[in-house]
C-alpha cells in the first residue's frame, strides 16, 4: 500500500502509524514497516518515537550507517548531542569501514562519500568534510550531483540540520 502519499496529512500519517503498528505486531523484525513509521513520526515531529524506532531498525540492521546517521539527527532534534555524538561516531566508522574497501565505480559509493561528510559536518570537523566534498565535487560531471554537493559545502551542524529538515520530506 502506498502510505507516502499521505505524509503530508497528520491525520493520515496516524492512520498509517496505527496500520503500521499491528504490521509490525504480527511481524517484529518487519523492516520495511518499522522504516516506514519512522518516516511518519519523523514528519509529525514525534521524534522520542522515532528515536525508539530508529533503535529497532539498528536491532534488525546493526551496520546500517545510514540509520546511525539518521539516529544521530533525530537525537539532535531533542538536543541530546551526547547520544547524537554516538550515532553520528558509529556511522562515520561503518562509511569509512566500508569506503576502504569499495570500489569508485559503486553506485553507492557517492552516497557513503556524502554521508561521510555528513556526519564529519555533524561532528563539528568542517575542515575534513569540506576538504572531502571539494575533491569529490572536482571530480564530479553529474550536474546535480554538483548542486547537491554544492548544497554541502561550508556549512555548520545548525545549516546542515535546518537543510536536512528542509529537504526531508519535500516531495
Known sequence: MTLV???QIPDSSRKAISLLDKA???DSNYFLGHYNKLIFYNQLKQYDKA???VNKLLQLRPSAHDLYLTGGILYERVSDTVASS???KKSLEICN???DTMN???RDYEMLLGNKATNLIMLEDQKSANLLL???YDNQTDE?????LASLMNKNKKQLLELWASVQYSH
Open 144 to 148: 546535480e550531483q554538483k548542486k547537491w
Open 5 to 7: 502519499a499521505y505524509i
Open 134 to 136: 571539494k575533491k569529490f
Open 97 to 99: 569501514r566500508v569506503l
Open 86 to 88: 554516538v550515532y553520528f
Open 51 to 53: 528515536i525508539f524506532t
Open 24 to 26: 509490525t505486531t504480527v
Open 104 to 106: 569508485t565505480e559503486n
